[in-house]
């Protein structure tokens, strides 16, 4: 079974954007972009909520990962501007199932906070890879919003880059 990865941006304080959606205050120079970039090699499917795409959308940009097969998650937008980026706006839940069980490499959760919190409330994350960032944001888009429950998790690497960012890479614990 293909694992899913919450595989996500955050400041210190644990916000993965400003109130208004932006991250441009996160640093996009150095050695953990170029590991970022490599990372994706290891997936080939990629899952976002409506507002992540939205971001990309405002430049221009309609498939943000053309390597990987794309999905968004939104109940207001019915029509992708991109053949290749599958909407989904019904039975979330049942099609992420389905998307587990194909074939193929892991899966990526690059955002939103509402989509990875209905994911953790169905067991159906199985790693969570944070990319922390030397900021403090003070408020913004949260991480996650209220699962009902604590996740334990299982620390499985960590590398701390000279910008003063970390990845740490953890498993949810059944």
Known sequence: MRKLKYHVATTLDGFIARKDGSFDCFPTEGEHVADYLESLKSYDAVLMGRRTYEVGLRMDVTDPYPLL???????????????????????????????????????????????????????????????????????????????GRHIDLELIGSQVYSSGVVLLSYRVKK
């Open 69 to 147: 097969k794309s999905y968004v998650f939104s109940r207001t937008m019915k029509k992708s501007p991109n053949g290749r980026v599958g909407v989904v706006a019904e039975n979330a839940m049942e099609v992420v199932r389905k998307l587990k069980e194909e074939e193929g490499a892991d899966i990526y959760l690059c955002g939103g906070a509402e989509l990875a919190t209905e994911l953790f409330k169905e067991g159906l994350i199985d790693e969570v890879i944070l990319k922390v960032n030397p900021l403090l944001l003070g408020s913004g888009i949260p991480l996650l919003h209220d699962v």
